[in-house]
């Protein structure tokens, strides 16, 4: 039943159960696979926990049509969220799109280096055995799936369905229509700032541990930004994949060695990781406000 032909799709609770369920589904597929596939792994003599990002390698692969289902389906009859996405997406040029994407991947690198070592700063890794499980879990599996599978993969996986479906969903509960004036303006900005705060709390939460909900949920809130700001999720999958890339970079190269000399250095290139972020964000918008007054 399609939810124009549904006469309670516009309740809250309708709506509310319509951002949940396809993040419950993914959480219910993405286990059920890798529990099939350790116990092959183990069937076939291997140690699955060694194996690790293979598997979830694996796991995205086979989640991400299930979850692409839900998106297309959004934008085949699009929400009104995705009808000012488009509208936004149609009035840039070629080269801001580029532009956008680039700035983007650069921003998210900066920032998930500079959430990182401000965490690190803290006590708060040493304290969350989650936290020392999933990184754990990271980085088993060697270099190539880390690659293929926590730098591109799960972070288009991620976004299609935090950014894709469930904020988008969302923004279809929260956010507000404001017209024209200038209190609507500021009404539906609230709003959707809201939903942009709820979306990161949700993607935080199901990483399962502080450390993780933290570092998540505020990547997860600039992410939502991004779809704002280019139109589309693809802004966030490039931040996503920038953030991870540079995560691997580091535990798996020498590449970032040079910021833990000393701890000078370290709070230095966390300050300076910091300022470059916002000056990027700040030229995503000034590019793109550029844009909208030509």
Same mark, same amino acid.
């Given at each position: 039943?399609?939810?124009?032909?549904?006469?309670?799709?516009?309740?809250?609770? +309708?709506?509310?159960?319509?951002?949940?369920?396809?993040? &419950?589904?993914?959480?219910?597929?993405?286990?059920?696979?890798?529990?099939?596939?350790?116990?092959?792994?183990? #069937?076939?003599?291997?140690?699955?926990?060694?194996?690790?990002?293979?598997? =979830?390698?694996? %796991?995205?692969?086979?989640?991400?049509?299930?979850?692409?289902?839900?998106? =297309?389906?959004?934008?085949?009859?699009?929400?009104?969220?995705?009808?000012? /996405?488009?509208?936004?997406? @149609?009035?840039?040029?070629?080269?801001?799109?580029?532009?956008?994407? %680039?700035?983007?991947?650069?921003?998210?690198?900066?920032?998930? /280096?500079?959430?990182?070592?401000?965490?690190? &700063?803290?006590?708060?890794?040493?304290?969350?055995?989650?936290?020392?499980?999933?990184?754990?879990?990271?980085?088993?599996?060697?270099? +190539? +799936?880390?690659?293929?599978?926590?730098?591109?993969?799960?972070?288009?996986?991620?976004?299609?369905?935090?950014?894709?479906?469930?904020? @988008?969903?969302?923004?279809?509960?929260?956010?507000?229509?404001?017209?024209?004036?200038?209190?609507?303006?500021?009404?539906?900005?609230?709003?959707?700032?809201?939903?942009?705060?709820?979306?990161?709390?949700?993607?935080?939460?199901?990483?399962?541990?502080?450390? =993780? #909900?933290?570092?998540?949920?505020?990547?997860?809130? !600039?992410?939502?930004?991004? %779809?704002?700001?280019?139109?589309? #999720?693809?802004?966030?999958?490039?931040?996503?994949?920038?953030?991870? &890339?540079?995560? %691997? !970079?580091?535990?798996?190269?020498?590449?970032?060695?040079?910021?833990?000399?000393?701890?000078?250095? #370290?709070?230095?290139?966390?300050?300076?990781?910091?300022?470059?972020?916002?000056?990027?964000?700040?030229?995503? =918008? +000034?590019?793109?406000?550029?844009?909208?007054?030509?």
């Amino acid at each position: 039943m399609s939810q124009k032909s549904n006469p309670y799709s516009n309740s809250i609770i +309708f709506k509310s159960w319509n951002v949940i369920y396809p993040v &419950l589904i993914y959480y219910v597929v993405a286990n059920l696979a890798m529990s099939l596939l350790a116990m092959l792994v183990s #069937f076939l003599g291997a140690d699955y926990q060694k194996q690790y990002m293979a598997l =979830q390698t694996a %796991v995205a692969a086979i989640s991400i049509p299930v979850i692409f289902r839900y998106y =297309q389906r959004d934008r085949k009859e699009p929400t009104a969220f995705w009808e000012r /996405m488009g509208a936004e997406f @149609a009035k840039k040029t070629p080269a801001q799109k580029y532009l956008n994407g %680039v700035l983007m991947f650069f921003a998210g690198a900066a920032a998930g /280096m500079a959430l990182n070592n401000a965490i690190a &700063l803290s006590a708060l890794e040493e304290i969350s055995k989650g936290y020392q499980e999933a990184a754990g879990h990271f980085f088993a599996g060697g270099m +190539f +799936f880390e690659l293929l599978g926590a730098c591109l993969l799960t972070p288009f996986l991620e976004e299609l369905l935090y950014r894709g479906v469930a904020y @988008a969903r969302l923004c279809g509960l929260m956010a507000l229509p404001g017209g024209n004036t200038a209190e609507g303006k500021k009404r539906e900005k609230r709003s959707r700032m809201l939903a942009m705060a709820s979306s990161a709390l949700l993607f935080g939460a199901m990483h399962g541990n502080l450390v =993780q #909900f933290l570092y998540a949920g505020i990547l997860g809130f !600039l992410l939502a930004w991004f %779809v704002e700001e280019s139109g589309h #999720f693809y802004g966030a999958v490039l931040a996503h994949m920038g953030a991870n &890339l540079t995560a %691997v !970079l580091r535990m798996e190269t020498g590449l970032f060695g040079w910021m833990e000399q000393t701890r000078p250095i #370290f709070l230095g290139a966390t300050a300076a990781l910091a300022l470059l972020t916002a000056l990027l964000l700040a030229a995503i =918008q +000034f590019q793109n406000r550029r844009g909208s007054a030509h």
